[in-house]
Structures are given as structure tokens and as C-alpha cells.
């Protein structure tokens, strides 16, 4: 039987040169946060995906010569990485006479507007410094996504080093794509950096590789079907049971504060052979190194939470993170689709009960195997649960509508109240040399992450190796968070991680 796909979803041309489609509930979520948000004067969840690179200069060689063919390489490929991915070049915006959100993609009309837009979105950061502060100090979200390029101070050795950052609204792209985008951007780079005269591509019929949204790449029906919508009721009473009649488990903030300030990132890495026995030590036990982290979090919640007279049952909530493009359609499944929003949340909550020891009590709330292996098993069994539902896809887009807030109007809305009993969450990228390769031509690259601006009260761990080494990582808000603060989660997960697997 043919999927029936609202025919809202195609790219259609309502005047020269402009393309626009509707946006699925994926996209509208990431829309209408920002929205929600927009009197903060930042972006909920605005992508920000990091990488370092260097070249080395070559004997003979001028160091500025080579820092300007490595700038004009990186702009030409930022130019051919539109043609070949233009939804990079798309924004997001509110269309008042149909009253819903629009997905808009505007083509180059002369040479004139093709270097406007470059000048718009390919920014050198004036000051030297190093990316990661450049990341911490509150940078900008333009309107479309927009590369910057922070220069490292100069060094000794005859190498040119510098960090490249992609601002963006998320309802454009995700962190997967993000990575998938950084791929193909290098590789088309080490092209341009060899060639002298490098022929950028002629515009015109690109709109064609535009991307759809997850519902369209992924072939989800339109509506419920009659047991679809009875699951969906079901996961709705069951997300709710759990917050009845317990104390949900937060990580503490500073409550002084009631308005978002500064996202801010901070990581910390394992060595190769810590990394080498996590995993060895995960694979054993059946597994992986995102249900172990997971399980740490929520011991480490629990053990963040106040002392009382007795000890108390309380029980941490969180979800998982699915990167959804192993369910859609080729070519979106491919990097051929990176600057796309294919990835849900997951409906059903993880929920893990966890006793706090009271004042007078001997027990200790450190762990060792016998208390951290069983909720690890129970985390792997919620993974496995919902990444072996081949029916799990065709609930997501309502998944998705469930978080979605309400157009408020043209005018600013006010900024919504902070959530009172956030969670500390984790988004796991997984092994990302299989995803960026460590070298493309001439450049040599390093140490890339993404991460999602974090305006609330909870923190965001994101889960990642690199070289053979882990890192783990938090995105925090600075009104509630401290870098110690944030430091101390991550390294109390890996002390769990080690002690709970007896390493």
C-alpha cells in the first residue's frame, strides 16, 4: 500500500527564484523554541558544531600566503557545499496569511547576491583566539546558518591552525548532520586548496537536492493509524504516571537567577588505554559505553541530591536521543542530506529509581557493580526497546508535537518560567572517525563536537571518542551553572562508570 505523504512537505516555487515547503513536527518544535525564547535575545538549542584544523606551510612558503589560500579554499568550498546541499542556505520562517511555519530557500539571482551571501555567511573572527572561548563567549545565531573561522594565535612551527564553527538554527540542521556536514566541507576544501584556479559550480537548478523533512525521508504516514493512536494514548498516561506521587531527581542550580544567560561548554577527555578497558569492559557485560554513561547520570543526579532526616525514594526521568537516518529513504539516509533534522526523542521516559541515603545513615551512595550494573541493564533494555521497534518511526512526528508551543504572535512572547526540575540529559554521537576522517588533503583535522544551546536549568551530556580517546562533555546555562559545577558531573560519571564496572 502507497504512504500517503501531505503534499505540503514539496519544495514548491511561489515566486522567481524562491522555493518554500512546510515544516514537519520535527522542525516546528526547534522553531517554536527559539521563538518561544526570542526575548532572551539568543536561541534554544541553536547548533553549534566545532572542529579544529591545520595546514602546514610548505618550505619556501609564506605564512600569510598560505593562511590566505587556506581562507579563499574554505570559502570556495563553502560555496560548492551550498550547491551541492542548499537546505544549508534555508531558513525557517512564519508565513501570517496561512498561519504556519514556512521552510524557505532563496536562489543566487546574480554574481552580486552570490557574494552577498558569502560575506553574510562566511565571517573571519578578527580576534586570534582559541575557538573554544570563542564558542563560551556568547556568539551570535544569524538568520541562516553561518560559518566562522577563528584564527589561533600564531605559532612558533610553521603551521597554520584555526577552528571552524557553524552557527545554526537547529530546525535546519542536527549534530549528526553537522558531522556529516563538516565531512563533506573538508573534502571539497582539500579539492580547492590544490587547485589554482578552482571552478565554483553555476546555480540555478540546485534547489532540486533540497531536503525534505523526516516525515517525506523517512515515508511516515500522514496520520495515526487506529492502533498507532492507542499506543500513542497509552505512552502519554504511562510519561505521566511517573511524575505522580514521587520525588523527581534534579540536578541543583542557582536559584537566584530567573532569566537565561550565557551557554557555555565544558569537556573532559580519557586517555586511549582508559578508553580501551571502558570499552572491553562494556562489551562483556553486553553493554555499551551510552548505557553505561547513562547510568552514571542518573547515579550522579542522585547523589547531587540534599541529605534529610531519612533516607527517600526518588527517580530520575530522562529519554533517549535516535538519530533517525537508518530509517529513512536513500538518498536521505546518506551524507548526501546532512543539513536536515532527522532525529527524535524518545517517547516512552526512561525512569530509574534511586535511593537517597538520609543523614544518620552508614550507607554510602558510592557505587560499585552491584548497585550500578542492574540499572545499567535497565537502561540498555530501554535503548534496545525502543531502537527495535520498526513501528517506533511512524510515532515520532507525534512524539515531536507533544513539546510544540503555540505560535504567540508577531510581537516578542514573554519569556516562559524556568523548569523548576530539570534533568540532566545525554546525547551520544557515537565514533566519530567514522564519520570525519582525521586528514583531507593538506588539512589535518581535530577534535570535533557539536553541541545545542542549553538557555535552561538542566545540563546536556554529550558522549563521543575521537582517536580512540572519550570524551564527555556538558552544555550548561551560566545563570544556573558553574564550570566547576559542570566539571564535577562529568568527572563524578566517570568515577561511577570506573567503579560501577570495576575497572
Same mark, same amino acid.
Given at each position: ?18 522555493w518554500e515547503r512546510d515544516i ?143 552557527r545554526s538554527h537547529h ?161 536521505? =539516509?546518506? #551524507?548526501?542530506?546532512?543539513?536536515? +533534522?532527522?532525529?527524535?526523542?524518545? &517517547?516512552?521516559? !526512561?525512569? %530509574?529509581? /534511586? ?86 588533503? =593538506?588539512? #589535518?583535522?581535530?577534535?570535533?563536537? +557539536?553541541?545545542?544551546?542549553?538557555? &535552561?536549568?538542566? !545540563?546536556? %551530556?554529550? /558522549? ?40
Amino acid at each position: 500500500m502507497a504512504i500517503s505523504v501531505d503534499s505540503r512537505f514539496e519544495w514548491k516555487l511561489t515566486q522567481p527564484g524562491r522555493w518554500e515547503r512546510d515544516i514537519d513536527e520535527a522542525e516546528e518544535f526547534y522553531a517554536s523554541l527559539a521563538k518561544a525564547y526570542e526575548g532572551t535575545g539568543r536561541v534554544f538549542f541553536a547548533m553549534t558544531g566545532f572542529i579544529s584544523f591545520s595546514v602546514t606551510v610548505e618550505p619556501g612558503t609564506h605564512f600569510l600566503d598560505t593562511e590566505k589560500r587556506v581562507e579563499q579554499a574554505l570559502k570556495n568550498a563553502w560555496i560548492r557545499l551550498r550547491f551541492d546541499h542548499p537546505t544549508i542556505a534555508s531558513r525557517v520562517q512564519y508565513d501570517p496569511v496561512q498561519e504556519r511555519y514556512k521552510k524557505t530557500y532563496q536562489t543566487f539571482t546574480d554574481s552580486a547576491s552570490q557574494r552577498q551571501w558569502l560575506e553574510d555567511t562566511f565571517c573571519v573572527v578578527t580576534e586570534r583566539m582559541s575557538g573554544l572561548d570563542w564558542c563560551n563567549s556568547d556568539p551570535p545565531v544569524p538568520a541562516l546558518p553561518t560559518l566562522f573561522l577563528v584564527k589561533a594565535p600564531a605559532s612558533k612551527d610553521q603551521t597554520f591552525r584555526a577552528d571552524l564553527v557553524l552557527r545554526s538554527h537547529h530546525d535546519i540542521i542536527d549534530g549528526m548532520g553537522t558531522l556529516l556536514l563538516f565531512n563533506n566541507f573538508f573534502s571539497i576544501a582539500a579539492d580547492a586548496y590544490e587547485q589554482t584556479n578552482y571552478k565554483l559550480p553555476q546555480f540555478g537548478e540546485e534547489w532540486s537536492s533540497l531536503s525534505p523533512p523526516l516525515r517525506v525521508a523517512a515515508g511516515i504516514p500522514a496520520s495515526l493509524s487506529a492502533e498507532h493512536e492507542k499506543q500513542m494514548q497509552g505512552i502519554l498516561k504511562h510519561n505521566a504516571a511517573l511524575k505522580e506521587g514521587i520525588q523527581i531527581a534534579s540536578p541543583p542550580f542557582q536559584r537566584q537567577n530567573s532569566l537565561p544567560g550565557k551557554h557555555q561548554r565544558v569537556a573532559v577527555t580519557l586517555s586511549e588505554n582508559k578508553t580501551a578497558v571502558l570499552l572491553e569492559k562494556c562489551r562483556n557485560l553486553g553493554l555499551s559505553i551510552t548505557h553505561a554513561y547513562h547510568a552514571a547520570i542518573a547515579l550522579a543526579v542522585r547523589d547531587l541530591q540534599e541529605r534529610k532526616e531519612n533516607e527517600r525514594m526518588v527517580r530520575y526521568v530522562s529519554y533517549c536521543l535516535v538519530n533517525e537516518r537508518h530509517h529513512c529513504k536513500p538518498p536521505y =539516509s546518506t #551524507s548526501a542530506h546532512p543539513a536536515s +533534522v532527522y532525529h527524535s526523542g524518545s &517517547g516512552p521516559c !526512561l525512569a %530509574v529509581d /534511586l535511593v537517597v541515603p538520609g543523614l544518620r545513615s552508614s550507607k554510602a551512595t558510592t557505587t560499585d557493580g552491584e548497585s550500578f550494573l542492574p540499572i545499567a541493564q535497565h537502561i540498555r533494555d530501554y535503548y534496545l526497546e525502543i531502537r527495535g521497534n520498526r513501528e517506533y518511526i511512524k510515532l515520532v512526528p507525534s512524539f515531536w508535537a507533544m513539546s510544540i508551543f503555540p505560535y504567540p504572535g508577531p510581537d516578542t512572547p514573554a519569556i516562559p518560567a524556568r523548569n523548576e526540575t530539570p534533568s540532566v540529559s545525554i546525547s551520544s554521537m557515537g565514533v566519530i572517525d567514522k564519520v570525519i576522517r582525521h586528514n583531507y588533503g =593538506s588539512f #589535518s583535522v581535530d577534535d570535533p563536537w +557539536v553541541t545545542g544551546e542549553e538557555l &535552561g536549568t538542566g !545540563l546536556g %551530556v554529550f /558522549l563521543d571518542t575521537w582517536k580512540g580517546r572519550l570524551t564527555l562533555s556538558a552544555a550548561y546555562n551560566d545563570s544556573w551553572h558553574g564550570k566547576e559545577e559542570a566539571l564535577d558531573v562529568l568527572n563524578r560519571c566517570n568515577d561511577i562508570v570506573f567503579r560501577g564496572l570495576g575497572i
